[in-house]
């Protein structure tokens, strides 16, 4: 066999050559290391996130009034806010920026109930000229008072924080136009906004096409102290996801302690399973204005269970609602996206790392 030649060095000039080299690689290892960890958040391809729960995003392009646009004539937006929903809460703003005849007089009122500095400061990061404030609800106010439902999304406190809004937002907003996060906006919101309530506290989109009483238990409808309630109404279904309320009137009606007494009734005697949606059909079905369907093309994530793919309603769109188990930027993740999904797409700001090193 034939051996393969290898060069020989006399024994101190071998010695030399690798405290050398030991030297170089000592003076290159702390450059490797910092190029692994730039600025530029760039490591072996991945991209950095300034929190492992909170998503990057793009930065949204700025929307500015057009010619006809007061600028004392400002428009109420409150939402909830939390790094789990974050990516739809950024949809959601820039649909209704996007659509907007006067965004630069939209503000917004964003709860939520801890303080995450990654969450307002990708806020701030994707759109530089939003008007937002961010309030904190304390999640002690409904502790004690959440019964379990049928999804565990629909029992985190922060779901409950709608009951609180009037109590939270400056006494100077009068109105406000409460809507979710995983929800899209295609039409002017203004229109929205100017809707008639008619002297009532709330109004939305009404669905009396649904069977009102599944909404409660048999325990609820067979005794008359509690159903009787209803007495005098024709109280029909309606989504709290999409909502304009007067909240000056719901402040001196102190609706927030009448929806709290139906919580501690149902911790005492099981009257429904659905989340904070009962407390407002409760003290409100029936005693709101309605507004068009086209308001709040809902349900479009499914059922609270599972979750389906669902088409949408014959009609007009103004605004599309993922309520349900199915948000589409999961679906759309796992690639198993709903058709109704790639409506939600185009509003999607979420930097994903393969998009952020391509671009």
């Known amino acids: 066999m034939e051996a393969f030649w290898s060069p020989t060095f006399p024994q101190p000039l071998s010695s030399l050559l690798i405290g050398l080299l030991s030297l170089l690689f000592l003076l290159l290892l702390p450059d490797l290391h910092s190029t692994a960890t730039t600025a530029t958040g760039i490591r072996l391809g991945v991209i950095r996130k300034p929190c492992p729960d909170v998503p990057i995003f793009r930065e949204a392009p700025a929307f500015r009034n057009g010619e006809t646009c007061a600028s004392d004539d400002k428009i109420h937006i409150a939402m909830t806010l939390d790094s789990n929903y974050l990516r739809g809460t950024m949809a959601?703003?820039?649909?209704?920026?996007?659509?907007?005849?006067?965004?630069?007089?939209?503000?917004?009122?964003?709860?939520?109930?801890?303080?995450?500095?990654?969450?307002?400061?990708?806020?701030?990061?994707?759109?530089?000229?939003?008007?937002?404030?961010?309030?904190?609800?304390?999640?002690?106010?409904?502790?004690?008072?959440?019964?379990?439902?049928?999804?565990?999304?629909?029992?985190?406190?922060?779901?409950?924080?709608?009951?609180?809004?009037?109590?939270?937002?400056?006494?100077?907003?009068?109105?406000?136009?409460?809507?979710?996060?995983?929800?899209v906006v295609v039409d002017d919101i203004k229109k929205l906004w100017e809707v008639d309530l008619e002297n009532k506290v709330l109004a939305a989109p009404e669905y009396c096409h649904a069977n009102f009483t599944t909404y409660f238990t048999d325990l609820f409808w067979s005794d008359p102290s509690m159903s009787s309630i209803?007495?005098?109404?024709?109280?029909?279904?309606?989504?709290?996801?999409?909502?304009?309320?007067?909240?000056?009137?719901?402040?001196?009606?102190?609706?927030?302690?009448?929806?709290?007494?139906?919580?501690?009734?149902?911790?005492?005697?099981?009257?429904?399973?659905?989340?904070?949606?009962p407390p407002f059909l409760l003290v409100l079905g029936g005693d709101i204005t309605g507004v068009d369907h086209r308001w709040n093309q809902h349900g479009l994530g499914g059922d609270n269970l599972e979750g389906k793919c669902r088409s949408l309603h014959p009609g007009p769109i103004s605004l599309l609602h993922w309520s349900g188990k199915g948000k589409p930027w999961l679906r759309l993740d796992s690639r198993k996206p709903c058709i109704v999904d790639h409506l939600w797409a185009p509003y999607d700001l979420y930097r994903s790392s393969t998009h952020s090193l391509e671009e």
């Open 92 to 183: 959601a703003v820039l649909s209704i920026l996007q659509h907007s005849t006067c965004p630069e007089n939209v503000e917004f009122h964003f709860l939520w109930s801890k303080h995450e500095p990654d969450v307002s400061s990708s806020i701030k990061s994707t759109f530089p000229y939003l008007n937002f404030k961010v309030y904190r609800f304390n999640s002690k106010k409904v502790r004690g008072k959440i019964s379990k439902s049928i999804r565990q999304a629909l029992d985190q406190p922060l779901n409950y924080a709608r009951i609180y809004l009037a109590d939270i937002i400056p006494a100077e907003v009068k109105r406000v136009v409460y809507l979710d996060s995983d929800l």
């Open 230 to 277: 209803f007495d005098g109404r024709k109280p029909c279904y309606f989504n709290t996801g999409v909502m304009v309320v007067d909240v000056d009137k719901w402040r001196q009606g102190d609706y927030t302690t009448k929806m709290e007494e139906w919580m501690v009734v149902q911790k005492q005697k099981r009257i429904y399973h659905l989340g904070s949606l």
